[in-house]
T-cell receptor
Framework: GNSVTQMEGPVTLSEEAFLTINCTYT??????LFWYVQYPGEGLQLLLK?????DKGSNKGFEATYRKETTSFHLEKGSVQVSDSAVYFC?????????????FGTGTRLKVLA | DTGVSQDPRHKITKRGQNVTFRCDPI?????LYWYRQTLGQGPEFLTY????????KSRLLSDRFSAERPKGSFSTLEIQRTEQGDSAMYLC????????????FGAGSRLTVL
């Protein structure tokens, strides 16, 4: 079936460190891929998306590239800030006979220390 | 556009009671989703509406759970005879049914069953 697997957290980094959060997926066809972020006490917000192979999504210094050959959508940021501390969710959207379902990973908590 | 609204934000109830949550999506969004999120986990799909039609229900949704979207606008999620295992955050999200759609989430309704 369709699923998303994320690296387990928590991930603890110092400010200005490089961030990678791994995400791989299993899906039939060519799903759209998303990263959502959940800041403490808030709802999930879209961070970035990619809709086809080799697309790169980017926002707020974060990037992720849709890699069909490795079924991956790893999230990266060159220099994290304390304000990036949050839980990050990788997700896919699959279409079946005109219905659309969004499937989320379990989330990766990021803690950035000053 | 005030985003996706959920009510109540917090609900504490005793085991065996019924509870109902309401979701008001973004006005032009025709697709509405309900998810459940427990601590340390990602959002888990419950059900999905396109306009007033309920197109998909998770097998996880027992017969104690029912959802409606009577006029294709707001939606309600009712849980009958609540159990302690129902304690979770119930998330509503909506999207416009075209293009590479992005889910917009509400802040969630937290249920605690004593």
């Amino acid at each position: 079936g369709n699923s998303v697997t994320q690296m387990e957290g928590p991930v603890t980094l110092s400010e200005e460190a490089f961030l990678t959060i791994n995400c791989t997926y299993t899906a039939t066809g060519y799903p759209s891929l998303f990263w959502y972020v959940q800041y403490p006490g808030e709802g999930l917000q879209l961070l970035l998306k990619a809709t086809k192979a080799d697309d790169k999504g980017s926002n707020k210094g974060f990037e992720a590239t849709y890699r069909k050959e490795t079924t991956s959508f790893h999230l990266e940021k060159g220099s994290v800030q304390v304000s990036d501390s949050a839980v990050y969710f990788c997700a896919l959207r699959r279409e079946t006979s005109g219905t659309y379902k969004y499937i989320f990973g379990t989330g990766t908590r990021l803690k950035v220390l000053a | 556009d005030t985003g996706v609204s959920q009510d109540p934000r917090h609900k504490i109830t005793k085991r065996g009671q019924n509870v109902t949550f309401r979701c008001d999506p973004i006005s032009e969004h025709n697709r509405l989703y309900w998810y459940r999120q427990t601590l340390g986990q990602g959002p888990e799909f419950l059900t999905y509406f396109q306009n007033e039609a309920q197109l998909e229900k998770s097998r996880l949704l027992s017969d104690r759970f029912s959802a409606e979207r009577p006029k294709g606008s707001f939606s309600t999620l009712e849980i009958q005879r609540t159990e302690q295992g129902d304690s979770a955050m119930y998330l509503c999200a909506s999207t416009l049914g075209s293009g590479a759609n992005v889910l917009t989430f509400g802040a969630g309704s937290r249920l605690t069953v004593l």
